[in-house]
Protein backbone atom coordinates (compact mmCIF):
# COMPACT_ATOMS: atom_id res chain seq x y z
CA UNK A 1 0.00 0.00 0.00
CA UNK A 2 1.35 3.15 -1.23
CA UNK A 3 -0.55 5.55 1.56
CA UNK A 4 -0.49 4.07 5.35
CA UNK A 5 -1.75 6.65 8.31
CA UNK A 6 -0.21 6.01 11.99
CA UNK A 7 -1.52 6.72 14.96
CA UNK A 8 1.02 7.86 17.98
CA UNK A 9 -0.49 8.27 21.43
CA UNK A 10 1.18 9.61 24.59
CA UNK A 11 -0.03 10.18 27.88
CA UNK A 12 2.40 12.87 30.11
CA UNK A 13 0.75 13.03 33.70
CA UNK A 14 0.89 16.41 36.17
CA UNK A 15 4.28 15.87 36.76
CA UNK A 16 5.60 15.55 33.50
CA UNK A 17 6.06 12.35 33.32
CA UNK A 18 5.21 9.83 30.28
CA UNK A 19 2.89 7.06 31.53
CA UNK A 20 1.86 5.79 28.24
CA UNK A 21 3.43 5.67 24.55
CA UNK A 22 1.88 3.79 21.41
CA UNK A 23 1.92 3.54 17.79
CA UNK A 24 -0.61 1.97 15.52
CA UNK A 25 -0.96 1.59 12.37
CA UNK A 26 -4.38 3.62 11.11
CA UNK A 27 -6.73 1.07 9.17
CA UNK A 28 -9.95 3.20 8.67
CA UNK A 29 -9.94 5.57 5.93
CA UNK A 30 -13.77 6.41 5.30
CA UNK A 31 -15.41 7.44 2.25
CA UNK A 32 -15.15 10.85 2.46
CA UNK A 33 -11.54 10.84 2.53
CA UNK A 34 -12.08 9.11 -1.25
CA UNK A 35 -14.87 11.93 -1.86
CA UNK A 36 -12.91 14.98 -0.60
CA UNK A 37 -9.74 13.98 -2.43
CA UNK A 38 -11.44 13.09 -5.70
CA UNK A 39 -13.25 16.80 -5.51
CA UNK A 40 -10.00 18.63 -4.90
CA UNK A 41 -8.11 16.70 -7.65
CA UNK A 42 -10.97 17.21 -10.48
CA UNK A 43 -12.08 20.13 -9.99
CA UNK A 44 -15.67 18.01 -9.66
CA UNK A 45 -17.98 17.93 -6.73
CA UNK A 46 -18.85 14.44 -4.87
CA UNK A 47 -21.32 13.70 -2.45
CA UNK A 48 -19.59 14.26 1.72
CA UNK A 49 -21.59 13.27 4.72
CA UNK A 50 -20.75 16.19 7.00
CA UNK A 51 -20.05 15.32 11.29
CA UNK A 52 -24.03 16.23 11.71
CA UNK A 53 -25.38 13.65 8.92
CA UNK A 54 -26.39 16.25 6.31
CA UNK A 55 -25.28 15.32 2.77
CA UNK A 56 -23.56 18.12 0.82
CA UNK A 57 -21.62 18.45 -2.34
CA UNK A 58 -18.19 20.96 -2.15
CA UNK A 59 -17.68 23.79 -4.90
CA UNK A 60 -14.52 23.29 -6.60
CA UNK A 61 -11.54 25.58 -5.49
CA UNK A 62 -11.93 25.32 -1.80
CA UNK A 63 -9.15 24.24 0.54
CA UNK A 64 -9.87 21.36 3.17
CA UNK A 65 -7.93 22.05 6.19
CA UNK A 66 -7.53 20.34 9.59
CA UNK A 67 -5.38 22.75 11.34
CA UNK A 68 -8.04 24.49 14.29
CA UNK A 69 -7.52 26.40 17.39
CA UNK A 70 -7.50 25.30 20.69
CA UNK A 71 -10.53 24.96 22.25
CA UNK A 72 -12.69 23.90 19.60
CA UNK A 73 -13.18 20.63 18.52
CA UNK A 74 -15.32 20.55 15.64
CA UNK A 75 -12.48 19.60 13.26
CA UNK A 76 -8.89 18.46 13.39
CA UNK A 77 -8.48 15.92 15.85
CA UNK A 78 -10.79 14.45 18.01
CA UNK A 79 -11.30 11.74 20.50
CA UNK A 80 -14.27 10.33 21.62
CA UNK A 81 -15.14 6.91 23.87
CA UNK A 82 -16.97 5.06 21.49
CA UNK A 83 -16.62 1.06 20.94
CA UNK A 84 -17.89 0.58 17.68
CA UNK A 85 -15.61 -0.81 14.97
CA UNK A 86 -15.63 1.68 12.27
CA UNK A 87 -17.21 1.33 8.85
CA UNK A 88 -16.18 2.85 5.50
CA UNK A 89 -19.85 5.17 6.13
CA UNK A 90 -18.83 6.92 8.90
CA UNK A 91 -19.14 10.16 9.10
CA UNK A 92 -18.37 11.18 13.00
CA UNK A 93 -16.92 9.31 16.08
CA UNK A 94 -19.10 7.16 17.81
CA UNK A 95 -19.22 8.96 21.02
CA UNK A 96 -17.28 12.12 20.66
CA UNK A 97 -15.68 13.80 24.13
CA UNK A 98 -16.17 17.33 23.86
CA UNK A 99 -14.10 20.41 24.79
CA UNK A 100 -13.94 21.87 27.96
CA UNK A 101 -13.13 21.18 31.43
CA UNK A 102 -16.62 19.59 32.95
CA UNK A 103 -16.93 15.73 34.06
CA UNK A 104 -16.36 13.67 31.05
CA UNK A 105 -14.80 16.41 28.70
CA UNK A 106 -10.95 17.29 27.91
CA UNK A 107 -9.64 20.85 27.14
CA UNK A 108 -8.91 20.51 23.12
CA UNK A 109 -5.38 22.35 22.26
CA UNK A 110 -4.84 23.68 19.12
CA UNK A 111 -3.99 21.55 15.90
CA UNK A 112 -0.82 21.33 14.59
CA UNK A 113 0.41 20.35 10.72
CA UNK A 114 3.76 19.73 10.33
CA UNK A 115 5.53 20.41 6.56
CA UNK A 116 5.92 17.48 4.80
CA UNK A 117 8.44 15.79 4.71
CA UNK A 118 10.38 13.95 1.80
CA UNK A 119 12.99 12.02 1.33
CA UNK A 120 14.29 11.24 -2.64
CA UNK A 121 16.52 8.85 -1.53
CA UNK A 122 13.95 6.04 -0.61
CA UNK A 123 11.52 7.93 -2.46
CA UNK A 124 8.82 8.61 1.01
CA UNK A 125 7.40 11.25 2.33
CA UNK A 126 5.38 12.33 5.19
CA UNK A 127 2.51 14.75 6.64
CA UNK A 128 2.21 14.73 10.75
CA UNK A 129 -0.91 16.37 12.26
CA UNK A 130 -0.78 16.65 16.06
CA UNK A 131 -3.06 17.96 18.85
CA UNK A 132 -2.78 17.61 22.79
CA UNK A 133 -5.87 16.99 24.86
CA UNK A 134 -5.74 18.34 28.59
CA UNK A 135 -7.70 16.56 30.93
CA UNK A 136 -9.08 19.11 33.63
CA UNK A 137 -12.08 17.58 34.50
CA UNK A 138 -11.73 16.13 38.19
CA UNK A 139 -11.62 12.58 37.37
CA UNK A 140 -10.40 10.08 34.63
CA UNK A 141 -11.69 10.10 31.37
CA UNK A 142 -10.74 6.54 29.01
CA UNK A 143 -10.25 7.12 25.10
CA UNK A 144 -11.16 4.49 22.96
CA UNK A 145 -11.67 6.16 19.29
CA UNK A 146 -9.62 8.80 17.43
CA UNK A 147 -10.66 10.58 14.51
CA UNK A 148 -9.23 12.89 11.87
CA UNK A 149 -12.19 16.10 10.70
CA UNK A 150 -11.55 18.19 7.92
CA UNK A 151 -13.58 21.66 7.53
CA UNK A 152 -14.03 21.69 3.97
CA UNK A 153 -16.33 24.31 2.12
CA UNK A 154 -17.87 25.41 5.31
CA UNK A 155 -18.49 21.89 6.39
CA UNK A 156 -16.68 19.42 9.16
CA UNK A 157 -15.52 16.38 7.52
CA UNK A 158 -14.55 12.91 9.01
CA UNK A 159 -11.45 11.43 7.00
CA UNK A 160 -10.01 8.95 9.56
CA UNK A 161 -11.91 6.94 12.16
CA UNK A 162 -9.78 4.44 14.25
CA UNK A 163 -11.02 2.32 17.44
CA UNK A 164 -7.73 2.08 19.47
CA UNK A 165 -6.68 -2.21 20.31
CA UNK A 166 -6.95 -0.65 24.33
CA UNK A 167 -8.80 2.16 25.50
CA UNK A 168 -6.44 4.75 27.50
CA UNK A 169 -7.58 6.20 30.80
CA UNK A 170 -5.97 9.67 30.95
CA UNK A 171 -5.92 10.81 34.43
CA UNK A 172 -6.82 13.96 35.84
CA UNK A 173 -4.49 16.63 35.34
CA UNK A 174 -2.59 14.88 32.66
CA UNK A 175 -2.20 15.57 29.39
CA UNK A 176 -2.86 13.12 26.18
CA UNK A 177 -0.96 13.98 22.84
CA UNK A 178 -2.00 12.54 19.41
CA UNK A 179 -0.48 12.46 16.40
CA UNK A 180 -1.56 11.14 12.76
CA UNK A 181 1.32 10.55 10.37
CA UNK A 182 0.08 10.06 6.88
CA UNK A 183 2.72 8.63 4.28
CA UNK A 184 3.58 7.87 0.54
CA UNK A 185 6.16 5.56 -1.31
CA UNK A 186 6.52 5.17 -4.91
Partial sequence: MNVKAYLKIKVINEKGKCIYYRRYRSRSFVANFINALYTLLSNQGATLVNTGGGTYTPKS???MQVADS??????GIQIGSGTTAPAITDYRLTQLIPNGTSAGQMQYGAVTVMSPVINTTNNTGYITVTRAF???SGGSITVSEVGLVALYYYNDVLLIHDLLPTPITVPNGSTLSIAYEIQIAT
Fill in 61 to 63: GFA
Fill in 70 to 75: SNDGSY
Fill in 134 to 136: TNN
